[in-house]
Structure formats: structure tokens, C-alpha cells
């Protein structure tokens, strides 16, 4: 009964996929908008080869020399900033979380960790303990005394908004004051860890410069920083390869974990640092051995992505593609009061829905609807956050133009029918009407208009209360997880 399934009150039952689309077991093709695992497309031919190809000859673990492995892990440190240049090969983001606090831990022999509201960084205990997005599921008593929880860096619902004048400083000083209080208490910090980007926690973008303040901090106290590039790594922010990168060329972490994409669907992941912290734990005397982490099969699939992730120009696309499904979404926000913001970048975009755009009363039931009908539509999306009321985009890097266009006129549509169905109207309609009409064409190139890579799209907020869901209309109470 833990195990959950994607539409627990309709399951999918998929037996094939290609590309951005999925197939169920009656042949119906759905346009897939959220695995990031399958990152260059579903089922890539030149992945497949690849992975075939060393099959036939060998697979073995990592106690044997193989070229493989040196050649991945220099084409991987070769995407970082010079001095990451350490590679641990593990299997699963999880394994890659949980020894990135190895790394840390041994660093400075501090055990503390500071990490962010609705954070999660994987399964397994000692990740639980340190993603409040699971642990808090287990009552108020669940914290670790060694786990210090700071506020999420979000200008739409956080304790900072997009009116304040520096809100990346005002956020960092409550790190620090954490660390304070933590030094006082006679604690100390061995780590700061934070999604580049946060998933789970509602498709939060941190302000720019946030990072290099809570790194100045996390290091004077004796601390790492631990960039979780897990889900939004791997050029899915566009014009950067990671999405740490966002933060400005100045910004460097001292660990970075990935997984899901790095090899589209195979199982494999990485921990990449720096000469010093590696060493450092090369010298607590325990040897690191893991079975499957580097593998040639798993360096084969590796080296294919990256291969296709450059041939095929993915950031490029992950760039235009990504502009336009915010331009498009923006239009929504001004013709929809259910929606109160867009923000993404690059083909990380999240539609954060609301029943009262001033209040930003969270719409949660709304958005569980709303995915529902979107599968009627063989549209496969999800809703996330600590409201269960932001949709998430993060499909595969192939995703089009025409898709954007596809998804958000559905979505459009969708919203209409609910609108009418309550009588909830829009003042914005007028305007909306005026706009003009975008058509996308095979191999469209950025629009005009979509200069700004990260969205946070507030238009003027909407004074009318949102009593969507009158008594006459069942909702599906269930939630989806991702």
C-alpha cells in the first residue's frame, strides 16, 4: 500500500515509448511532459546501440580498469567548473545524496546538515531525515536534532517575495542565522544542501546570488555546499549545463550530485568534488567500493547521452521550446484567474494555481482535476508542491514547440470548461481577446517577446473570491506523488 502509482484512480498501464510520447497497453499515444529520467527521449537509438554494443563485449565492475570509466568521467568533469574534478559513480540520485553527506561529514568530522523547506533528496534513512517534504509526513517529533531546516527561497509564496527589494540576501541571512544558533547550542555544520532548482517543493527558482551568500556562510562555519542537480540537471535549464550555473559564473559548489538523466532511464549516478574533500575521505581509512557504479555498460550509456544531448542541440531546444511554453503559459495567467503564476527555465516550468490570485490561496483540488482530465486528453502531466497545486513540467528534451502549444491550448480549454461550469469569469478577458494568436511551426525558433530565460510572471492580482468546486461537482480526493 506505499507503493503509488501515476492516476491512482485510473492507472496507466504503459508497454512502450518513444521519443516525448508514451503507449498504453491499447495502443493510445500520450504526450509524456514529466520524465526527466527518459532525458533525450524515450527508448534513443543511439543509447540503445551503445549500451548493446558494450554488453556483447563486457560488463564488470569497477575493481578492473576500463577505459569507459576514465573517458566518461572526462567528458562529465569536463561540463563543471575545474576544480570539481573527482567522480564517484553510484547507482541511483539516492546512493549519490547519501554519499555526498559521507563526503561532507568526514570533511570536517561535523555531523549538522542545514537544508530547505519541502526539500526532498531521496529514499533512503538518511535522506528522509533531511527532506522535510517526506518527513514531515511523520509528525511534528520527525526532525533530527541534527537537521536545521531553512526557508525555501520562493518570491511567490515565501517569506520573501518579488516586491523585496533583495530577497536572495534576505533569505541567505536566515541561513545564517541558523548557523548561529546551531553554534551556540555547542553543533556544528558539516553541510548545506539544496536542489539547484526545487522539484518536489512547488518548481522553485532561487533568486540569483542566493547561492554565494549561504556558501560564504556554510564554509566560514566549516561546511560544504551540496548542489542536488539530480532532476534539473544535464542542460534542462537551457543556456547552462547545470542548473547551479544560474547563479552566476562566481557561484561553485563544493559537491554536486546527479542522477535520473544521466543516463535516460538506466541506472546510474555520479557525486563529482574536489581534490581535497576526496582525499579527505580517501583518508578516513574505509575503502568505498560499489558494485555497480561505473560499470562499462553504465559509462557506454553515459557517454551516449552526452553525445546526444550536444549532436541533437537539447540545451538549444530546452532554450527556445522552454521561452515559448512561458510565453504561452503567461497568456494563461492573464486569462485565467485560476492561475496565479508561471515561473521556469528551460523545460523546468511550473503553473502554480490558485483559487484567489492576491491571496494565492493554493487550488488543490483544482489541479488533481485538472491532470485527470489532461490524461482524458492523452496529455500525461502532475501536480507537486507543498500544496499539491503546482503543475509540473520537466518532459523529455526532444519536447516541441508544437507540444507546448498542444499541452497549453488543452490546459486552456480545460480551464474554460471549469470556469463556465461555475461561472467564474475572468476581467481579464477583454485584454486576452486582444492578444495575438501564436501558430508553431516545425523547427520554431524563439519567439519575439521571450527574452527572459526564468518566469516569475505576476500580472495584477484578482480581488474575486475562486468557489470553483460548488457541492454538485466531485473531485478525486486522491493525490498523485511523484
Not at 518527513?135 to 536545521?148: A, I
Not at 492578444?435 to 511551426?441: E, L, M, P, S
Request: net charge neutral; proline share 4%.
Amino acid at each position: 500500500p506505499s507503493c503509488k502509482v501515476f492516476f491512482a484512480k485510473d492507472p496507466l498501464k504503459i508497454v512502450r515509448a518513444q521519443g516525448q510520447y508514451m503507449f498504453d497497453e491499447k495502443g493510445e499515444k500520450y504526450l509524456d511532459c514529466i520524465n526527466n529520467v527518459a532525458h533525450v527521449g524515450h527508448s534513443h537509438p543511439y543509447v540503445i546501440k551503445a549500451a548493446t554494443k558494450q554488453m556483447e563485449l563486457l560488463n564488470t565492475n569497477s575493481r578492473f580498469l576500463h577505459d569507459n570509466l576514465v573517458q566518461y568521467a572526462q567528458r562529465l568533469t569536463a561540463t563543471l567548473p575545474e576544480k570539481l574534478s573527482v567522480c564517484y559513480f553510484v547507482n541511483s540520485g539516492s546512493e549519490a545524496n547519501d554519499l555526498a553527506l559521507r563526503l561532507a561529514r568526514q570533511y570536517r568530522g561535523h555531523q549538522d546538515v542545514i537544508t530547505l523547506e519541502n526539500a526532498y533528496h531521496g529514499h533512503v534513512t538518511s535522506l528522509i531525515d533531511i527532506s522535510p517534504y517526506k518527513f514531515n509526513q511523520l509528525g511534528k517529533d520527525s526532525k533530527k536534532e541534527f537537521v536545521h531546516v531553512a526557508p525555501s527561497p520562493d518570491i511567490y509564496r515565501g517569506k520573501y517575495r518579488e516586491d523585496h527589494p533583495d530577497p536572495a540576501s534576505a533569505y541567505a541571512e536566515e541561513v545564517k542565522k541558523i548557523i548561529e544558533e546551531t553554534q551556540k547550542n555547542g553543533r556544528k555544520i558539516a553541510a548545506f544542501i539544496a536542489e539547484s532548482m526545487q522539484s518536489c517543493g512547488g518548481q522553485v527558482i532561487p533568486p540569483v546570488g542566493y547561492f554565494q551568500k549561504v556558501a560564504e556562510y556554510v564554509r566560514a562555519a566549516g561546511g560544504v555546499f551540496i548542489a542536488d542537480e539530480v532532476q534539473v540537471g544535464f542542460g534542462r535549464v537551457g543556456k547552462h549545463f547545470w542548473a547551479f550555473q544560474l547563479q552566476g559564473e562566481d557561484f561553485v559548489p563544493d559537491i554536486v550530485t546527479m542522477g535520473k538523466p544521466i543516463g535516460n532511464g538506466h541506472p546510474m549516478s555520479c557525486v563529482v568534488t574536489t581534490r581535497e574533500i576526496a582525499e579527505s575521505f580517501g583518508a578516513s581509512g574505509l575503502e568505498y567500493f560499489n558494485t555497480f557504479g561505473g560499470n562499462p555498460v553504465s559509462c557506454a550509456i553515459g557517454l551516449a547521452v552526452l553525445d546526444v544531448i550536444e549532436k541533437e542541440d537539447l540545451q538549444g531546444n530546452a532554450t527556445r521550446v522552454g521561452n515559448y511554453l512561458l510565453e504561452l503559459l503567461a497568456e494563461q495567467k492573464e486569462k485565467h484567474l485560476l492561475v496565479g503564476d508561471i515561473r521556469g527555465v528551460g523545460l523546468f516550468v511550473g503553473v502554480d494555481l490558485v483559487k484567489d490570485q492576491q491571496k494565492r490561496t493554493p487550488a488543490t483540488a483544482e489541479a488533481l482535476h485538472l491532470i485527470y482530465k489532461l490524461k482524458e486528453h492523452r496529455i500525461l502531466l502532475s501536480a507537486d508542491g507543498p500544496h499539491r497545486n503546482i503543475l509540473k513540467f520537466k518532459p523529455p528534451m526532444c519536447f516541441t514547440a508544437e507540444d507546448a502549444k498542444h499541452v497549453v491550448e488543452t490546459i486552456d480549454a480545460l480551464l474554460t470548461e471549469m470556469e463556465e461550469a461555475t461561472g467564474l469569469k475572468t476581467e481579464n478577458n477583454t485584454a486576452t481577446n486582444a492578444q495575438c494568436k501564436r501558430k508553431a511551426t516545425e523547427g520554431t525558433s524563439q519567439p519575439e517577446g521571450a527574452n527572459e530565460t526564468i518566469g516569475h510572471l505576476n500580472g495584477a492580482a484578482c480581488r474575486q473570491e475562486n468557489g470553483l468546486y460548488s457541492k454538485k461537482r466531485s473531485v478525486p480526493s486522491k493525490r498523485i506523488r511523484t
